[in-house]
């Protein structure tokens, strides 16, 4: 059965940082590509980033809001992506889901919140 | 950049009827590109229909999917308890995803 188990979350300060990251099981990880999708509360979903898994080329793309401030990583070794948050602002709150697939979400983890509050 | 619009917004039935959600694009995208979810309060959504109308695993025949070029249609045959969430549609292009505003099916 294929699970994506997410941690890292919790509360940080504006301008702060935060590295979350999730642990994939049951699936083909290194072939997979893996991303991030968030949803602030009460909000719809809102995709974060993806990256492609190394065998079509490892690249990652982000939403503009996120760009140039989130990096997400990989190790095939652990089944393990990351998500590394930089300058965050209390408009990045919001429960960040771990997800699998191409061109959509096959699968899903539970989600991990993040709160930028002072 | 692709903006995905669904109506309504919310949408109020009762169980055993028929529900229609539409998903409007804002410029004509392939079908292969355009994916269904549903979220349960509470839980992380899932996925139900890729493709505009192909049925995820374990996904109930009740719900299906048709559509192009613009415009979108899941719909869910006979509704069951089990089936008032939240509904959002979903483009991959250009190697950006964008998902719908969401539409809640909540219970007459």
């Known amino acids: 059965e294929e699970q994506l188990v997410e941690s890292g979350g919790g509360l940080v300060k504006p301008g702060g940082s935060l590295r979350v990251s999730c642990v994939a099981s049951g699936l083909s990880f290194n072939s997979s590509w893996m991303g991030w999708v968030r949803q602030a509360p009460g909000k719809g979903l809102e995709w974060v980033g993806r990256i492609k898994s190394k065998n079509d080329g490892g690249a990652v793309d982000y939403a503009a809001p996120v760009k140039g401030r989130f990096t997400i990583s990989r190790d095939d070794s652990k089944s393990t992506q990351y998500l590394q948050m930089n300058s965050l602002k209390v408009e990045d709150t919001a429960v960040y889901y771990c997800t699998s697939g191409g061109i959509d979400f096959d699968f899903w983890g539970q989600g991990t919140l993040v709160t930028v509050s002072s | 950049e692709i903006v995905l619009t669904q109506s309504p917004g919310t949408l109020s039935l009762s169980p055993g009827e028929r529900a229609t959600v539409s998903c409007r694009a804002s410029?004509?995208?392939?079908?292969?590109?355009l994916a269904w979810y549903q979220q349960r309060p509470g839980q992380a959504p899932r996925l139900l229909l890729y493709g505009a109308s192909s049925r995820a695993t374990g996904i109930p025949h009740r719900f299906s999917g048709s559509g192009s070029g613009t415009d979108f249609t899941l719909t869910i045959s006979r509704l069951e308890p089990e089936d008032f969430a939240m509904y959002y549609c979903?483009?991959?292009?250009?190697?950006?995803?964008?998902f719908g505003q969401g539409t809640k099916l909540e219970i007459k």
């Open positions: 410029q004509s995208i392939g079908g292969g590109f």
């Open positions: 979903q483009h991959y292009g250009s190697s950006l995803y964008t």
